[in-house]
């Protein structure tokens, strides 16, 4: 459990109780909310159905990571422009990137991977990012023995070397 959580645009107050009302369903439905404006603008030819799917998952998952990136010992003020951002720190940036990877192995095969020349590596943003690929599992492990959730929030680093 967190210490607190607040919302940037909400004045709480717990003596005049204006905390309640705002439940973690209220929190999701407005991410996702949110999240189908911009899925609407990135693609206005897909159907309804595509479009609703994407933002519950936009949506939902800006929600955890945001949550996910904070001590849970310290108060936070939730901000729908950091949770929602495409271009920064944030899930939908993360999502599609993975959506990007995940293209780049449909395309590739084992036997594509096998002739790689490692040789062509030459910058240190590639050696970096190998490395940073790399980490990941041990940096997952680290949360799962830690129990501390917010420890995931720093891989996110391997998607900004390049």
């Known amino acids: 459990a967190y210490e607190f959580v607040g ?11 204006t905390w309640i009302g705002y439940s973690t369903d209220d929190v999701l439905d407005k991410a996702t ?4 404006v911009e899925v609407d603008k990135r693609n206005p030819d897909e159907n309804d159905a595509f479009k609703d799917k994407v933002a519950n998952q936009v949506g939902v998952g800006a929600v955890r990571y945001f949550m996910l990136n904070a001590s849970p010992d310290r108060q936070i003020t939730f901000r729908w422009n950091e949770a929602l951002d495409f271009n920064g720190d ?7 990137s993975h959506a990007r990877a995940q293209r780049i192995l449909e395309k590739a095969s084992d036997e594509k991977a096998s002739k790689i020349d490692l040789t062509l590596l030459v910058a240190d943003a ?35 070397i390049t």
């Open 126 to 160: 590639e050696f970096e990012l190998v490395k940073a690929i790399a980490q990941l599992p041990a940096e997952l492990l680290e949360v799962v023995k830690s129990l501390k959730k917010d420890v995931w929030g720093t891989s996110f680093t391997s998607n900004r």
């Open 7 to 17: 919302l940037e645009e909400v004045d709480f107050s717990g003596r005049e109780g």
């Open 90 to 96: 944030a899930a939908p940036y993360l999502q599609y």
């Open 33 to 36: 909310e949110l999240a189908r």
